[in-house]
């Protein structure tokens, strides 16, 4: 089993910056993918970015150039560094860990609001 909680979410003004983390917590030495997805309302969630073993990234075209992703493997931490942010990055943002069971997980999620 794995938890997941994350942190970070909140107010901005378009064009400012937030920081999301996601600490995962029971069986990490499983965790083969780490991600964050996204859901605003009466929208589907979407995949924003995943990182696979602390190095390889892959992330979604509108965040493209303006997102990071990272992991801190000692911390067992994700990390989701948005900047120029848009009001269209309006969302619940959750945290998703990959096992090498071929188990998912999701956090609780996290409310990101970006006013124009």
């Known amino acids: 089993q794995v938890q997941l909680v994350e942190s970070g979410g909140g107010l901005v003004q378009a064009g400012g910056s937030l920081r999301l983390s996601c600490a995962a917590s029971?069986?990490?030495?499983?965790?083969?993918?780490m991600g964050w997805y996204r859901q605003a309302p009466g929208k589907q969630r979407e995949l924003v970015a995943t990182?696979?073993?602390?190095?390889?990234?892959n992330y979604a075209d509108s965040v493209k150039g303006r997102f990071t992703i990272s992991r801190d493997n000692g911390k067992n931490t994700v990390y989701l560094q948005m900047n120029s942010l848009k009001p269209e990055d309006t969302a619940v943002y959750y945290c998703?860990?990959?096992?090498?069971?071929?188990?998912?997980?999701w956090g609780q999620g996290t409310q990101v609001t970006v006013s124009s």
């Open positions: 998703a860990a990959h096992t090498s069971s071929n188990n998912l997980y």
């Open positions: 029971g069986s990490t030495f499983s965790i083969n993918v």
């Open positions: 990182i696979i073993s602390g190095r390889s990234t």
